[in-house]
Structure formats: structure tokens, C-alpha cells
């Protein structure tokens, strides 16, 4: 019930897309290995909502977020690689400032937890089931 699934087969290293799953955008983000790297490198005392990227991500490079700023609800900014991606290269939340690093996790501005994870799975290597 209520579960979507998406086909990642197209969604090119650097790219995302964006799925609606209850109501709420999904973004589902093809993680590019310096992107990888960079998320991996941050010590948890970074952080304010400390994560690290492993349990963040169920399979790399995929990352797999809602797509919901924490701080009063915008949809941030970053999914096409045109769009200002803020000072840590994953989304920038145009509403207050807020910005999120490669693993979605909060990193400046007023947001105080990282972009949420959903529910998935991977039901092969192309397709994912949110929820
Ligand atoms: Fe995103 Fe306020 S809603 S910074």
C-alpha cells in the first residue's frame, strides 16, 4: 500500500530524479564517486544531526532522501545540476537558507535534522520501491 516504485535504469551518475511518494517528493540521487567520498570524509563532530553516509544509504551509489526541508518544509534545491546545490554540494533550501551535504545531511542554516530517509528496497538492480 501506498509504496512507488522507480525505475533508475536512465538516471545517469550526477543525476537524480524526483518521485512523488504520499504526497511528498522523493529525491533518488545517482551519487558521483567524488560526491561518495566527500560524504564519507566528514567526521560525525561536523555534524549537527550526526549520521554517517553508511547509514544513510542502503546501496551506493544511490542516495535515497525525502525530499522535504526539516526546517519549515521548502522543497530544496539541487536536483538537476543546474540548480544552486549549496556550500556542501547536495541541496540547497532557497526558503531560509538551509544547506545539506552529498548524504543529505544538514549542514547550515536553520533545518535542524538531515532530509529524512524513507522506507526502500531495491527489488533489482534498476528498480526501487519507496515505501
Ligand atoms: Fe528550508 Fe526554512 S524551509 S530553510
Known amino acids: 500500500l501506498a509504496s512507488t516504485d522507480v525505475d533508475i535504469t536512465h538516471v545517469a551518475e550526477g543525476q537524480a530524479v524526483t518521485v512523488m511518494w504520499r504526497g511528498k517528493p522523493v529525491f533518488v540521487r545517482h551519487r558521483t564517486a ?36 526539516t526546517h519549515l518544509g521548502c522543497v530544496p534545491l539541487g536536483q538537476k545540476s543546474t540548480d544552486p546545490r549549496g556550500d556542501y554540494g547536495g541541496w540547497f533550501c532557497p526558503c531560509h537558507g538551509s544547506h545539506y551535504d552529498t548524504a543529505g ?24 520501491r519507496i515505501g
Open 34 to 69: 567524488k560526491e561518495i567520498e566527500e560524504a564519507k570524509a566528514v567526521p560525525l563532530s561536523e555534524l549537527r544531526d550526526p549520521q554517517t553516509d553508511q547509514a544513510r544509504v542502503t546501496r551506493e551509489p544511490w542516495l535515497i532522501v525525502v525530499g522535504v526541508c
Open 105 to 128: 545531511r544538514i549542514r547550515r542554516g536553520p533545518a535542524p535534522l538531515n532530509l529524512a530517509v524513507p522506507e526502500y528496497e531495491f527489488r533489482s538492480d534498476t528498480q526501487v
